[in-house]
Structures are given as C-alpha cells and as structure tokens.
C-alpha cells in the first residue's frame, strides 16, 4: 500500500520558515520523482517544487529562490525548506510521487501552511 505522509506544517509569521516533510513507504522511492504542490479553496493544484531521480530541480515561479526541495532516498523522504514565508504562500501542501514509467501519481492528503501576523 502507497502512502505519503506529510509533516511539518503549520502557523508561521511572514518572513519567517517552516521544512515540511514527506514520509514515502510501499513505493520503490527512488525509482520516482517527487514533488510538492499546494492547493487553496477554489483554485487549482499548482506546482511548488519537483526533484527528478537524478536530482534535477524544479521551482514554481512565485517560490524560486526562497523554497529548496530536497530529497533522502536512503530515508524515503522528501522535504520542503521554506524561507521568507509570505502571507500568499498560505495553502495546503501536498506531496506527490510521479513514477513516470507508467505514469501513475500518489498523493500524501496534505498538511496546511498558514503565514499570517
């Protein structure tokens, strides 16, 4: 059984950080690219940060430079380090492991990131 397990999210201030992280088991985990994406109410799922097999990186436009993926394929996990956190960042954040020999996506259910005073 696939799961994704995200952790780490939570209320922050603006400009201030918070590493979410993904627990990835019954996947052959480095076999995957694995990425995170957020969602508000009402919008569609848009893409945070992607890392390919090879290491390879991927940014959304509104996170470049502030946000860094990262991947342990020793541990089966993926994180999300973000920095200078702005109110408009305030979303869920969703994991995903794309296994693009088959094209099959699995995702975490999500853990929600509030950047407000």
């Known amino acids: 059984q696939v799961q994704l397990v ?3 999210g939570g209320l ?3 400009g201030g950080s918070l590493r979410l992280s993904c627990a990835a088991s019954g ?3 480095r076999l995957h690219v694995m990425g995170w994406y957020r969602q508000a109410p009402g919008k569609q799922r848009e893409l945070v940060a992607r ?3 090879d290491g390879k990186t991927t940014y959304g436009n509104s996170v ?3 946000f860094t993926i990262s991947r342990d394929n020793a541990k089966n996990m993926v994180y999300l380090q973000m920095n200078s956190l702005k ?3 305030t979303d869920d954040y969703y994991c995903n492991a794309r296994n693009t020999g088959v094209n099959i996506d699995y995702w ?3 853990t929600q990131v509030t950047v407000s005073a």
């Open 87 to 89: 109110p408009e960042d």
């Open 108 to 110: 975490g259910r999500g």
């Open 51 to 53: 890392i390919e097999r």
């Open 6 to 8: 995200e952790s780490g």
């Open 64 to 66: 470049k430079g502030r």
């Open 27 to 29: 996947i052959f985990f």
């Open 12 to 14: 922050v201030q603006p």
